[in-house]
């Protein structure tokens, strides 16, 4: 398709005035349509990016920019809002229902993608995209005032153990389809996450705590030194051969005791969900071009369906497995389930690290076409997941009472893991 030759001599304020209004409508329009808004996101990135209307150029710095910061920023906040607390005090049951949750999706996944001809590290890596999940209708189980529930607690305990799992296994696949299958290698790059995990979490976190009590009520200062923390984490992840997206998700671990309830956090979540966010998911819009996506689900349509028919099947097996073991009730079971099948933030960071790594003989680790079914898995689940969420609601405020009748402290994650 031929870009306008107006929107190729648009001047560049101009052209961040167009993704403002666009940003406008697609959070006006897209509850009416009830579709997340990320979705929304990426489907103004398609309309506005260089295979179609062209209002940004296909190499546009500032807009990589601002998504590159988005991504980082993205996973910082699903670390932020993870709540080591909560997964020791449920850890036991978070702990079999994140392996079993991670497990199967992890073994199918994998499965599907080397059926299709993917080499064993590419079909593992995508083995590890579906095993992660995010949690973007939680806020409609919290607003339900069932936050509480055990099978609610499960679920978002068992949120750390995947998100640590998966991109665990990112780490090993791009080490390995870099540099080559060697154990050693793998070991260490495992092992090197593991130390700066240790690192942050023992030596940052407990700075940050100290620096947040120094600085008092500066929430200028406080501000700066969140986002400070953010890339100087993703600087040193990339300097030990680390994706920076794995240091800010450990970062934003590091300091959720320290952050969570403070106005610096809120007012660095208003910028990167208003704007830096926003533009990760425009410029992975960019990616799409219509006309091959088009020609992508005809040609690999088995592909496409395999790998969503495999994340819900083993999501739901997970849930209803755990949820059966645990003695919770069909409408907890669907409510777990629900919550885990949408694959949003995690997933859709590491897929496109995935695609952007190549190897010494030019070969990316994840192709166009895995890359356009992992798109579509993210456009379907995340309407379909909360869509689920609100269906196990209703039935849940039918019927208090059934599943596990115990009930836990309230907890604090959000919409994201």
């Excluded at 306008?4 to 349509?33: D, H, K, Q």
């Excluded at 403070?262 to 990760?280: C, H, M």
């Excluded at 997941?385 to 907890?411: C, F, H, N, W, Y």
Aim: aromatic share 6%; glycine share 8%.
């Amino acid at each position: 398709m031929t870009v306008p030759e107006t929107a190729l001599n648009l001047p560049p304020l101009a052209r961040f005035a167009i993704l403002l209004l666009g940003m406008m409508a697609t959070r006006w329009a897209s509850p009416r349509l009830r579709l997340p808004d990320c979705v929304g996101y990426i489907l103004l990135g398609v309309l506005v990016g260089p295979h179609l209307l062209g209002v940004v150029p296909e190499h546009a710095e500032v807009a990589s920019f601002f998504a590159e910061l988005g991504k980082l920023l993205l996973m910082f906040f699903v670390g932020l809002e993870i709540d080591l607390q909560e997964f020791a005090r449920a850890r036991r049951r978070a702990a079999l229902f994140g392996a079993a949750t991670f497990a199967l999706p992890f073994a199918g996944g994998a499965a599907a993608a080397h059926v299709f001809g993917y080499s064993p590290v590419s079909a593992l890596l995508v083995g590890s995209l579906i095993a992660s999940h995010t949690l973007i209708a939680f806020p409609m189980v919290a607003a339900a005032g069932l936050a509480t529930r055990p099978s609610v607690i499960v679920t978002v305990g068992g949120t750390v153990l995947t998100d640590l799992l998966s991109l665990l296994v990112l780490a090993a696949c791009l080490t390995t389809h870099r540099a080559g299958f060697a154990p050693i290698a793998v070991l260490v790059q495992i092992a090197e996450v593991i130390v700066f995990a240790t690192v942050l979490l023992g030596v940052i976190g407990p700075l940050a705590r100290r620096a947040a009590l120094a600085l008092g009520d500066s929430e200028q200062a406080s501000f700066t030194l969140l986002l400070v923390i953010v890339c100087a984490a993703a600087i040193a992840a990339e300097m030990i051969q680390l994706e920076g997206i794995i240091g800010a998700f450990l970062a934003g671990m590091a300091v959720n005791q320290a952050a969570r309830a403070s106005a610096a956090k809120e007012k660095l979540e208003f910028l990167g969900n208003g704007v830096f966010i926003p533009a990760f998911f425009i410029v992975t819009g960019f990616l799409i071009d219509l006309r091959l996506l088009v020609a992508s689900l005809t040609s690999d349509l088995a592909l496409v369906l395999a790998i969503i028919m495999t994340l819900i099947i083993s999501k739901w097996a997970a849930a209803e497995i755990s949820g059966r073991a645990f003695g919770f009730g069909a409408a907890d079971r669907l409510l777990t389930a629900s919550l885990t099948i949408p694959q949003v933030a995690a997933t859709l960071a590491a897929a496109l690290v995935g695609y952007d790594a190549v190897n010494a003989a030019g070969e990316r680790l994840i192709d166009g076409r895995m890359l356009n079914a992992i798109l579509v898995l993210v456009v379907v689940t995340a309407v379909l997941g909360p869509l689920m969420t609100e269906r196990a609601v209703a039935r849940l405020r039918e019927r208090p009472t059934r599943g596990d009748p115990k009930q836990s402290a309230g907890i604090s994650i959000p919409r994201s893991g």
